[in-house]
């Protein structure tokens, strides 16, 4: 019993990253007023990038986690030219950019021979005699970097959020981008780089997903993970440690289930696999039972910007 | 600027769609030639016309299910999850062999009416009484449905007699009938459903109504208009169409319940409602064109081993040409602040 | 700035305008609602780019590509509606404008800088609430501080008195003075005379885009100076003597918002028919909330509405929604008209047919008649004098303020009520549509209708109004008959401040 709430322990951060590391790349852009539902998407671009540039450089991780981030950047572009150059509905755009990336990733995976090819992974990085200790060594001292760059990389996005000039301006973009613009921000800039930034991270969740988790490249493997993330940006309430810890919350469901089966509990396969989006909506339904006396949400989030209006 | 104007620009940024996804598929090793081929042939050919047709009444349904919610304000999103529990409900009539043979498909509709309404009342009611955004959670029912089916399909209603992950095949009293040997009766559902909505959206009360409520809903409580009452009913209304396109496309064209009956519908509703504007007779030509698109993907798929997916990249790429190009309807380009 | 051109398509906006300012000294800009004041102004301070023109600043030709460009050759604008970050903070907002590089020690280093602006000018300000909870007149001061930081030495201030009660204005428009005298120079954007002839050194006249004249505002009369701005001399409408007759609409102690902030509190008063009741008041002292409660869309706390029929029956109203109150013979007319009170998107027949459609007026649930509303809507339109509709069925959001106000009161005054409330009706309209709705709301009420003024613009309230409250701070605070002493009612209205 012991080894199993360990092991279910040792597992979560590994299935919380990429649920951590999606929310916060979308707390960036969304503090900076862009709602960005083609995570789901760009996660897919990450997930494929990785493998691709795994294999072709016959694995090197650090170059696949790279393609990641990058390949997600170069797409998320597409989204910011859509939204803040052209002026698209966010949600159109955001849902176009989904399933542009969900068939782009199946046809270069199937026509590149990608897909269904098990992959080596990342090391698991034991720091030494510390991952020997009883129950706290697998716990905390037996994973892979990037788990360990995890809390780091949240927390310096909260640092830059609350406390850098840079950060500052952003969220004067996200809140009131008439106000910012007079104050000489440029909010497409702005804009454009928040986008492309929380991509980046975006990409990462999704290339640690397929190159480190799942070890392999499936179509659609992300299976709603982008949408869950949405969704936990607004119950961390924009901020990135509360999403680090949403996201644990649900890496532990997801984790619950390979143990469950380990334990030899009988459960429905599927309705198993179901539960992350039951926790999701019972999640958005508690959230939104409790008193709240204003919106935290930044205060021109899904708007676009126009600097001449005349009806 | 004129009129006309508008819309040659998005069918100009259409085309311009197609024009990149041609050149993606020449990439994939599909020749411009042999893909104008495909498409002409797709409607050229008796065959694949009916084809055409017959993946219509899905698509038409589908899309007048995304309009009319989109119409209300409602980003219903969960089409393929309540065209899942369509599928489901149908066939729980048909495997309980539940009332006459004559009556059953009637029930069987019914059934996967009832079904698809209930699936969107969930999102529906959170989104009027806790403001639940229904993006997410229309979004998330459709992965819960869809590992329901898994359950059912793979576990009690197998097909007992080869093993295969769908359920037994329907009977022919459960099938819809084919008119004239070649018409699905799917289609004339999807005509009485595009007339209804047609009807709903632009002729009665509650259309007129719903016009205000989409501009500018605040206003529309300020005139006294009933908005909870009739965005719920519009909305019910629209999972009802999901759910009825669920029961179609077993009982009219696979004959069974299957594993991915749903796949690629989610999108192209929401895909034939924007590119149509939400306008019902529009939705049912774009549907028809949506479906050329399908009919086409198949064979790519059977003759030049692209994947399916492509269908679902190439209505992306459209989606996102017409709504870049409408920025340049509404705004005339002046290159200064 | 000479010979300005700007035009918003086939808007011309500014037409030749031109503008001379000294330093050291306040200069007014003077024109009514759409005379092309703050567009030549945002021309000046950088947000938009003029068709053709030219700005000198100490002789020296200047193009501002930006509002950052603007502000780093010393000219800031404090608008009127506040560029400020609700969430931030004084110190954070200023600093926005102002980057230090550094944010810890940026921060301090605004700070003082605040205080430093703020102590020379005779005020303080809070530097750690968000701005979002401070008072307008607060608000306004970090706006100005804010542009002083970032270096502005000629500074724009639109309509600053607009949302600011008599001694509040008064006290800023000292303030700006006292820049002024620092060698600053100001630039006062307003249409009331009453502050151009009491604060400023210079005024220049604007009308529909064009200035017509630079000069003394002390050397001239008011009504020449109105004439200048307004072009021919408007006759206010004549309040003749009347009779109100018996209580119409009876509120009492209507309450709303959370216990310990209330945003009204206690609010009663009743009204006659025939009668219009005006209640006076600065902006965001619960008025909006009034409006919305009377109208049926929000529910107050406690309290009760009660309208009192022509028959003597009683109708509580308080829990009725928006039907109910259309019902029972209930209008309103919103101040926030593109919010509120149409569809902007939709059809101008549309717009005025939504009134009657639940009546049935037009055709059954099932149906429709479309023939019907154009007819119905076309004859509204040329009654109510709308222009600009080339057809009935083209967007209403096409329309100019005062036209799209002239067809949304037309609206409600087709629904026959027995009592009307209108907010702020002559908001953002011409001297012209103003006059127009005044005259319209004077005959309903000589009509026996029962009128519910709620207006910030007290000169509107004074002339029309036969009985007028105070609203301050969520409370009904003073009721005075007309002709009501206007130094009584600015009391009255900061009394409870």
């Known amino acids: 019993m012991q080894d199993l709430l360990i092991t279910w322990i040792a597992s979560i951060p590994s299935l919380a990253l990429p649920y951590a590391l999606a929310s916060v790349g979308l707390i960036i852009s969304e503090r900076a007023g862009v709602l960005s539902l083609g995570a789901e998407g760009l996660m897919l671009v990450g997930a494929l990038a990785g493998v691709g540039a795994f294999i072709l450089t016959d694995g090197s991780g650090l170059v696949a986690m790279l393609a990641s981030m990058v390949s997600a950047g170069i797409v998320s572009l597409l989204f910011a030219g859509l939204v803040v150059a052209l002026r698209v509905n966010q949600v159109i755009a955001g849902l176009a950019i989904v399933f542009f990336c969900q068939g782009l990733t199946n046809l270069i995976g199937t026509l590149v021979s990608w897909q269904n090819q098990a992959v080596a992974g990342i090391p698991v990085l034991s720091l030494g005699p510390l991952a020997d200790l009883p129950i706290v060594g697998p716990v905390l001292f037996r994973h892979d970097i990037l788990v360990y760059l995890l809390v780091p990389i949240c927390w310096a996005v909260h640092y830059f959020l609350t406390s850098t000039d840079v950060g500052l301006r952003l969220r004067a973009v996200g809140e009131n981008p008439a106000a910012a613009d007079a104050a000489g921000i440029s909010v497409i800039g702005t804009r454009v780089a928040a986008i492309a930034a929380g991509a980046t991270l975006i990409g990462l969740a999704g290339g640690y997903l397929s190159v480190v988790s799942a070890k392999i490249w499936i179509a659609g493997m992300t299976s709603g993970r982008g949408w869950i993330a949405v969704a936990l940006v607004i119950f961390a309430r924009w901020k990135p440690m509360q999403a680090l810890a949403g996201a644990f919350l649900f890496g532990g469901i997801e984790a619950l289930i390979p143990q469950l089966n380990a334990a030899g509990v009988k459960l429905p396969q599927y309705y198993l696999v179901m539960t992350p989006y039951l926790a999701t909506l019972a999640v958005m339904i508690w959230q939104a039972l409790g008193t709240r006396p204003a919106s935290e949400a930044p205060a021109a989030l899904g708007q676009p910007y126009v600097r001449e209006e005349r009806t | 600027m004129p009129f006309w104007a508008g819309g040659l620009i998005s069918l100009s940024a259409v085309l311009l769609g197609l024009i990149i996804s041609a050149a993606i598929l020449a990439l994939a090793g599909v020749a411009p030639s042999s893909l104008l081929t495909e498409f002409v042939s797709a409607v050229a050919d008796p065959q694949s016309l009916r084809a055409v047709l017959n993946q219509s009444a899905p698509l038409i349904l589908v899309g007048i299910a995304a309009s009319i919610a989109f119409r209300a304000r409602f980003w219903n999103l969960g089409l393929e999850g309540q065209m899942i529990m369509g599928g489901i409900a149908a066939t729980a009539i048909s495997l309980g062999k539940v009332g006459s043979d004559d009556a059953r498909i009637g029930l069987m509709a019914l059934a996967a009416l009832v079904a698809g309404m209930a699936w969107v009342a969930i999102p529906l009611v959170l989104k009027v009484l806790l403001r639940i955004n229904e993006i997410i959670t229309t979004l998330l029912l459709n992965y819960v449905a869809q590992y329901a089916l898994y359950d059912l399909l793979f576990g009690a209603w197998k097909d007992p007699a080869d093993s295969f992950p769908h359920a037994a095949p329907f009977s022919a009293a459960e099938r819809l009938p084919v008119i004239a040997g070649w018409l699905q009766y799917g289609m004339v559902v999807a005509l009485v459903i595009v007339l209804l909505a047609f009807w709903l959206l632009q002729v009665s009360r509650a259309g007129f109504y719903l016009r205000f409520i989409h501009a500018n809903a605040v206003m529309a409580d300020h005139m006294g208009v009933q908005t909870v009452r009739i965005v719920g009913t519009v909305v019910l209304a629209s999972g009802a169409v999901a759910g009825l396109a669920g029961f179609v496309i077993p009982s009219g064209m696979e004959g069974r319940l299957t594993q991915g009956f749903f796949e690629g519908y989610g999108f192209s509703g929401v895909l034939i409602a924007f590119l149509a504007q939400s306008n019902p007779l529009a939705a049912g030509i774009v549907a028809v064109l949506v479906a050329t698109l399908f009919v086409v993907g198949q064979s790519l798929q059977i003759f030049y081993q692209i994947p399916f997916a492509m269908v679902q990249l190439i209505q992306a790429i459209i989606v996102m040409c017409v709504a870049g190009a409408d920025f340049f309807v509404r705004h005339r380009l002046i290159l200064q602040r | ?142 706006e100005i501080v804010k542009a002083l930081v970032a270096g502005a030495r000629i500074l724009i201030l639109d309509e600053p008195t607009a949302v600011l009660a008599d001694d509040e204005a008064a006290k800023l428009l000292q303030t700006v003075n006292n820049l002024a005298r620092s060698g600053i120079a100001a630039v006062l954007v307003t249409h009331k005379l009453r502050d151009v002839q009491a604060f400023s050194d210079r005024v220049t006249v604007m009308r529909a885009g064009h200035t017509i004249a630079t000069l003394d505002p002390r050397a001239i009369s008011s009504d020449e100076l109105t004439t200048l701005a307004v072009g021919s001399k408007i006759v206010p409408p004549s309040r003749r003597g009347h009779t109100s007759g018996t209580d119409r609409l009876i509120v009492r102690g209507l309450s709303y918002g959370p216990q310990r902030r209330p945003r009204l509190h206690d609010v009663s008063f009743s009204v006659r028919s025939g009668e219009i009741y005006g209640i006076a008041g600065v902006g965001g002292n619960g008025q909006t909330e009034l409006t919305d409660i009377l109208g049926g869309v929000r529910k107050p706390v406690a309290g009760t509405i009660e309208l009192m029929q022509p028959s003597g029956a009683c109708v509580d109203l308080t829990s009725s929604g928006p039907r109910g109150r259309i019902d029972s013979g209930f209008a309103t007319v919103p101040a ?90 002559s908001r953002g309209l011409d001297v012209r549509a103003c006059a127009a709705i005044h005259h319209r709301l004077l005959a309903a009420r000589d009509n026996g209708v029962a009128v519910v003024l709620i207006s910030e613009d007290l000169d509107e309230v004074l002339s029309l109004s036969d009985r007028i409250g105070v609203m301050t701070a969520g409370k009904i605070v003073a009721e005075f008959d007309a002709p009501a002493d206007r130094q009584a009612i600015g009391r009255a209205m900061v009394g409870h401040a």
């Open chain 3, 1 to 142: 700035m000479t010979g300005v051109r700007k035009s918003f398509g086939a808007f011309r906006a500014l037409d030749d305008a031109s503008l001379d300012v000294r330093w050291g000294e306040v200069h007014a800009i003077l024109g009514e609602n759409g005379a092309g004041k703050s567009t030549l102004m945002n021309v000046a301070a950088g947000l938009y780019s003029a068709d053709a023109g030219t700005l000198l600043i100490d002789g020296v030709a200047c193009v501002f590509s930006d509002p950052r460009d603007a502000i780093a050759h010393g000219v800031g604008m404090i608008h009127q509606h506040f560029k400020l970050v609700n969430r931030f903070n004084a110190v954070e907002n200023v600093m926005l404008a102002s980057p230090r590089g550094s944010y810890r020690r940026g921060l301090a280093e605004v700070g003082r800088d605040i205080k430093r602006h703020a102590d020379a000018l005779g005020f303080s300000i809070n530097l750690d609430q968000p701005v979002g909870l401070l008072s307008i007149a607060e608000q306004q001061r970090i």
């Open chain 3, 336 to 425: 926030d008209r593109h919010g509120q009170a149409i569809a902007s998107s939709v059809s101008v027949a549309e717009n005025y047919a939504i009134a009657h459609v639940h009546k049935g007026r037009f055709g059954p649930w099932w149906f429709v008649n479309r023939a019907s509303i154009r007819d119905v809507a076309s004859s509204a339109v040329r009654e109510a004098d709308v222009q600009g509709v080339r057809s009935v069925f083209q967007r209403i959001g096409l329309l100019s303020g005062g036209n799209t106000q002239k067809l949304v009161t037309a609206r409600e005054f087709s629904r026959m009520p027995s009592t009307i409330i209108v907010h702020s009706p």
